[in-house]
Structures are given as structure tokens and as C-alpha cells.
Antibody, heavy 123, light 106 residues
Framework: QVQLKQWGAGLLKPSETLSLTCAVY????????WSWIRQPPGKGLEWIGE???????NYNPSLKSRVTISVDTSKKQFSLRLSSVTAADTAVYYC?????????????????WGLGTPVSVSS | SYELTQPPSVSVSPGQTASITCSGD??????SYWYQQKPGQSPVMVIY???KRPSGIPERFSGSNSGNTATLTISGTQAMDEADYYC?????????FGGGTKLTVL
């Protein structure tokens, strides 16, 4: 059973860079995309972007200019960097598996989620 | 960019049927996905590919998708079903979420 464990700095100042990492346990990176999603306090879910084992990425257009998602296949980890943060980036950040069929034809949704990392941006 | 619209809130009495809608342009041409999120917890998928239930999800959860609207139906709603529910679709290589619906069981 795949589990995701995530970590990273929880308190940032404006203009700093947010950095989070998510480790995959009990499964392989291959065949799926690995996503980051965030949820501001009291608000809904916002997808940030994703990466696969081959380092192919997709990003939310509204955040693309500030987001970098990378993967370390040897450690089975993927990471999020969000630059130039402001108070509007305060949120709980989740990592999740975006599951696809082995042939890449069928999409099964975000079926495994991490526990979330609260990130606060304040001067 | 593609948008999904959900009602902010839905109320239901225990034992009755709750229906939560999700609207998007020609949504029936895409698969819809539904997630349940309880306070302080990570979201959990309850429906994928419009109608399928992941392992461990009770049979009272069902889904449909027709025209511009996907619907999550909870039959025989229980107090434990009180939560926020989010629909999701995949469009142009991006994940799109609806704004979420707070389901109150009262």
C-alpha cells in the first residue's frame, strides 16, 4: 500500500522560497504522476502541479511562473519549490499520487494523499 | 481555463439522499472524480471515473455524469458523511477542482 510522507519548512517570510518534499513508500514512482495541491485556510483545493518519473511536468498556469517540481528517483522523492511567496501562499500543502493506468490511457484520479504540511507566510 | 462549479452548501436529514452537483462545460466528455474531506484531514477519493467506488468506500456513495453536470449521490446519509466534497476533472493536462460543497447532516 502506497504511503506518502511529506516535510518542509512551515514558516516563511515574504519573498522567500517555499520548499517541500514528499517521499513515496510501498510503491514505485513509475507509471503515475505525483502532484502538489494546496488549501488556504477555510478555502478549497488548488492544484499546483505534478511530475512523473521521466521528469515530465505539468503546472497550474496561475502559478507556473513561480513553481518548480522536481523528482529524485533514487530516493523515490519529489519536491516543490515556490518562489517569492506572499501571505496569499499561506496554506496546507498536500502531496498526492495522480494515478494512471500502466499504458497511460486511463486516468484514475488522486488516489493517495499525504497528511499535509501547513505553511504560513508572515513578516 | 476549465472551471467546475459546485453549490457552497447542501443540507440533508439523516437517512435521506444527498445530491451534490458539479457543473462544467461539456463535463460529460470528461471523467469526474469526487473527494471527501473532513475537518483537519486529507481528502479521500470516494468516486472515480464518474461512477466507480474505490475499495473501502461504502455502497451508499454513487456518481453520475451527464451533459454539463456530474452528481455525487449519498443514499441513506449518515452523520459521519458530514464533510466537504470536491469534484475534480482532468483538462488539458491539468487537474481542475470545483470550489467544494459543505454537506451538513441535520
Amino acid at each position: 500500500q502506497v504511503q506518502l510522507k511529506q516535510w518542509g519548512a512551515g514558516l516563511l517570510k515574504p519573498s522567500e522560497t517555499l520548499s517541500l518534499t514528499c517521499a513515496v513508500y510501498g510503491g514505485s514512482l513509475s507509471g503515475n504522476y505525483w502532484s502538489w495541491i494546496r488549501q488556504p485556510p477555510g478555502k478549497g483545493l488548488e492544484w499546483i502541479g505534478e511530475i512523473n518519473q521521466r521528469r515530465s511536468t505539468n503546472y497550474n498556469p496561475s502559478l507556473k511562473s513561480r513553481v518548480t517540481i522536481s523528482v529524485d528517483t533514487s530516493k523515490k522523492q519529489f519536491s516543490l519549490r515556490l518562489s517569492s511567496v506572499t501571505a496569499a501562499d499561506t496554506a496546507v500543502y498536500y502531496c498526492a499520487r495522480n494515478r494512471w493506468s500502466d499504458d497511460g490511457e486511463d486516468y484514475y484520479g488522486l488516489d493517495v494523499w499525504g497528511l499535509g504540511t501547513p505553511v504560513s507566510v508572515s513578516s | 481555463s476549465y472551471e467546475l462549479t459546485q453549490p457552497p452548501s447542501v443540507s440533508v436529514s439523516p437517512g435521506q439522499t444527498a445530491s451534490i452537483t458539479c457543473s462544467g462545460d461539456k463535463l460529460e466528455t470528461k471523467y469526474s472524480y469526487w473527494y471527501q474531506q473532513k475537518p483537519g484531514q486529507s481528502p479521500v477519493m470516494v468516486i472515480y471515473q464518474d461512477t466507480k467506488r474505490p475499495s473501502g468506500i461504502p455502497e451508499r456513495f454513487s456518481g453520475s455524469n451527464s451533459g454539463n453536470t456530474a452528481t455525487l449521490t449519498i443514499s441513506g446519509t449518515q452523520a459521519m458523511d458530514e464533510a466537504d466534497y470536491y469534484c475534480q476533472a482532468w483538462d488539458s493536462s491539468t487537474v481542475v477542482f470545483g470550489g467544494g460543497t459543505k454537506l451538513t447532516v441535520l
